[in-house]
């Protein structure tokens, strides 16, 4: 791009100055690789995109540029990946008794995809090198589950496990899920807030440290807390993190110096985003990968509709009815507060005229992020226990919040979110057999926002969801803003799936 002063004729002459230098460039691609591809040598293929002679050398030449970026990006890939399994781990043995006990005891029968990717897991635990694998399936998937399972593998050999999750209101829902899956005795939840064993009892933070450091506590819970520096274990052989975007490469790595004898530990991610496999591919080429697509028997496909505005009363009517009979409901906004410039809805503006206007006679709260911890749990446990009808919230419910009386899902200003977060909120209702809907509402007509809406409406398949995501917004969006950076491409798109592939490959 042209900056500062520089003129179009400055920068083209510059360039030409500088590609009378390019033969010289030693080449990085092997030649029997641009031999078989067809490349162009590197110094050509500079020469053609800066002054290109037509459109199909031009072509020629962004391709092997692109090709070239992708290339070097999954060497550092296999290359992490090989420094990783380098390292010394513990080698865990399949207990098939102890599983088939525990999947017998389950309320439920596992699906194909879940029970292949507990093969997985456990097979890649019974190796001498540590496990990096992701675990992605689509809200409401059941990976959760395949976890524990992998857990109660690992604590049932006297080795330790921690559990980590993005938000204190996600560890303790794994908490529970934990207390009903594995003895408790061995189980811990510790929060910046809050330090409690499996049997609900409190405990002082130093108490716990003591017993992780000791391997009495053989499975902790709990946020980035477990990650500090004062923490440490006897032999935490599987580490579990949930919503694998929100860490780092760097916190990953932190987890191997925890141990006395500095064995690295097992990894298992799991992300509820779904992510088209090429791009998961380019994001985590240090991972390898297993999805879960099937939903749970019994699970219904949840209902979306794009409300216009004049239809808005008529919905207002159906909420009433659905509460009637015991059923609650979530309402989600882009803001916490009324802003101007947007023009778009806020928790603050939309509770209010919930509460004064619409539904006067009924129990609103509101959840958003400025809130305190004790009081999001709060109101949390509350909705959960069915003590009021409507959550105004932000997209703090996004990921993992499991409320079973909640049918109904209604997003204001919908135009606002990106397909994968519409879906993932979505995915927040019809936790249980009851038909479940999802009402969208926009006041943006455009084209491209009503293809967008339209899309979710007729499908519920996450996957195919970021990939129309990925070609109509750019791969920022399936990550939210905080994640744009993950990738600093300069010329290869993530939407170059077939180059992606072919990178891998050599």
């Known amino acids: 791009h042209l900056s500062g002063k520089i003129t179009q004729k400055q920068l083209r002459f510059l360039i030409d100055q500088a590609l009378k230098k390019a033969p010289y460039i030693d080449d990085p691609l092997p030649v029997d690789l ?11 293929a500079l020469q053609e995109i800066h002054f290109p002679n037509d459109e199909n050398k031009l072509d020629k030449a ?27 781990t513990y080698n865990i043995a399949i207990k098939d008794a102890v599983i088939k006990e525990a999947k ?28 990096n694998r992701l675990i992605e399936g689509d809200v409401g998937s059941g990976k959760t589950v395949v976890a524990m399972l992998a ?9 330790q496990v921690a559990l980590m999750a993005p938000t204190e209101i996600l560890a303790q829902q794994h908490f529970f899920t934990a207390q009903k899956l594995l003895p408790k005795e061995q189980i811990a939840l510790f929060t ?12 002082k933070k130093n108490e716990l440290l003591k017993k992780l450091k000791s391997g009495d506590i053989k499975f902790v819970i709990g946020t980035h807390s ?24 760097e916190q990953r790595q ?12 097992h990894l298992l991610s799991m992300t509820a985003t779904p992510i088209p496999r090429t791009l998961a591919l380019t994001l985590y080429g240090d991972l390898d990968i297993s999805l879960i697509k099937e939903k749970p028997a019994g699970r219904q496909a949840i209902k979306t509709f794009l409300v216009p505005e004049k239809k808005r009363k008529d919905s207002y009517g159906f909420i009433r009815e659905k509460i009637a009979s015991k059923q609650q409901v979530f309402f989600i906004c882009p803001l916490i507060d009324e802003s101007d410039v947007l023009g778009v809805k806020s928790v603050t503006k939309e509770y209010k005229k919930l509460n004064k206007e619409i539904f006067p006679d009924l129990e609103i709260r509101k ?111 399936i990550f939210g803003t905080k994640q744009t950076g993950l990738m600093k491409l300069k010329i290869a798109k993530l939407s170059d799936t077939e180059l992606i592939k072919k990178a891998q490959e050599w």
């Open 34 to 44: 641009l031999n078989k591809e067809k490349y162009p040598w590197l110094h050509e």
């Open 254 to 265: 932190a987890l191997k110096h925890k141990n006395p004898d500095n064995k690295a530990p």
């Open 367 to 477: 959840l958003h992020g400025k809130l305190k911890i004790e009081e999001k749990e709060t109101i949390m446990q509350d909705f959960k226990d069915n003590k009021f009808p409507i959550l105004v919230a932000t997209s703090v419910i996004e990921v993992g919040v499991d409320i079973p009386g909640a049918t109904l899902m209604v997003i204001e200003s919908a135009e606002r979110f990106g397909l994968s977060q519409l879906h993932q909120f979505r995915g927040r209702v019809g936790r249980n057999n009851i038909a479940s809907f999802c009402l969208l509402f926009t006041t943006d007509g455009s084209k491209l926002t009503t293809q967008r809406l339209k899309a979710l409406t007729k499908t519920n398949d996450g996957f195919k969801l970021s990939e129309l995501d990925l070609e109509l917004r750019g791969s920022g969006e």
């Open 62 to 88: 962004s391709q092997r540029l692109k090709f070239q970026e992708l290339f070097y990006l999954q060497c550092k890939y296999q290359l992490a990946k090989q420094d990783y399994q380098k390292q010394n």
């Open 226 to 249: 477990l990650i500090q520096d004062k923490s440490e274990f006897n032999n935490l052989a599987l580490v579990i993190i949930d919503e694998q975007h929100r860490f780092g490469v």
């Open 104 to 131: 017998d005891n389950l309320p439920f029968t596992l699906t194909n995809d879940q029970e292949a990717t507990l093969k997985e897991t456990l097979s890649d635990l019974n190796k001498d090198q540590p496990m």
């Open 192 to 203: 910046r807030t809050r330090q409690v064993l499996g049997d609900n009892t409190n405990i």
């Open 151 to 159: 857990a109660l593998n690992v604590i049932n050999q006297d080795l």
